[in-house]
């Protein structure tokens, strides 16, 4: 496993108590009693305030429901995973057996290790250190605080201006435990299917088809 100091360099903060990192990293299935579970919870918690904190500042004119909506894009499972992998965060996390890059239920365990690891950046350093390691990683990761693009919106709009049917959306499958939900959903238009899309909720899965299906049209494919 590689040595800690390489994962205190990728997210730019040093622990004074080295054992809140390990903690952190020790997934339940390593040790039942000592393990990340609690840090999770609070890391949650810090997690919204953080992003609250950010959002409130950089759009002092958007209404609260906006601001949720791009909270809710930042905290979610997608965001964390892509902080996850961007540190190489899997490398460092203790499970039984070792993690592997196509375990089921991956994605989860490594969200998971990043709100443990932000909880112990605050019980350590305090809030202030907590908010600069997600100002820090959530954009060097490429999530973004920017107003969200509503897909299923735009692609509706775009169909219509070509005099095209409105866009129907379906869910093809949906797998694992109601906290580890992926669902699968496809777009058509006319009986024909544009695009397919995944995530964790069938909203979400239906906005990642709908940005696909954009894509291919915005590259001048055919829908």
């Not at 996390?93 to 950046?121: F, H, Q, W, Y």
């Not at 379906?170 to 777009?187: D, I, M, N, Y």
């Not at 899309?197 to 954009?214: D, F, H, N, Y």
Request: glycine share 6%.
């Amino acid at each position: 496993m590689p040595q800690l100091t390489d994962l205190t360099q990728s997210i730019g903060y040093t622990f004074q108590q080295p054992k809140l990192l390990a903690l952190a990293l020790t997934h339940p299935s390593a040790n039942a009693v000592s393990n990340s579970q609690r840090l999770e919870f609070l890391g949650d918690a810090v997690l919204q305030l953080c992003v609250s904190d950010w959002l409130y500042a950089e759009h002092p004119t958007l209404p609260e429901g906006q601001l949720t909506a791009m909270r809710a894009a930042m905290v979610c499972e997608d965001a964390l995973y892509q902080v996850a992998t961007y540190v190489g965060l899997d490398e460092h996390i203790r499970t039984v057996p070792t993690l592997k890059r196509n375990s089921r239920g991956r994605k989860s365990v490594m969200a998971d290790a990043v709100e443990a690891l932000l909880a112990a950046v605050y019980l350590d350093g305090g809030f202030e250190h907590a908010k600069a390691f997600v100002l820090r990683l959530w954009p060097s990761s490429g999530i973004s605080h920017e107003i969200p693009v509503n897909s299923k919106s735009e692609l509706q709009e775009r169909l219509q201006a070509g005099a095209q049917a409105e866009p129907e959306y379906r869910t093809l499958s949906h797998e694992g435990p109601p906290h580890q939900r992926r669902f699968v959903a496809a777009v058509y238009c006319d009986g024909q299917e544009l695009a397919r899309g995944e995530g964790s909720s069938k909203k979400a899965a239906e906005q990642s088809a709908a940005l696909r299906a954009l894509k291919t049209l915005k590259q001048g494919g055919k829908l």
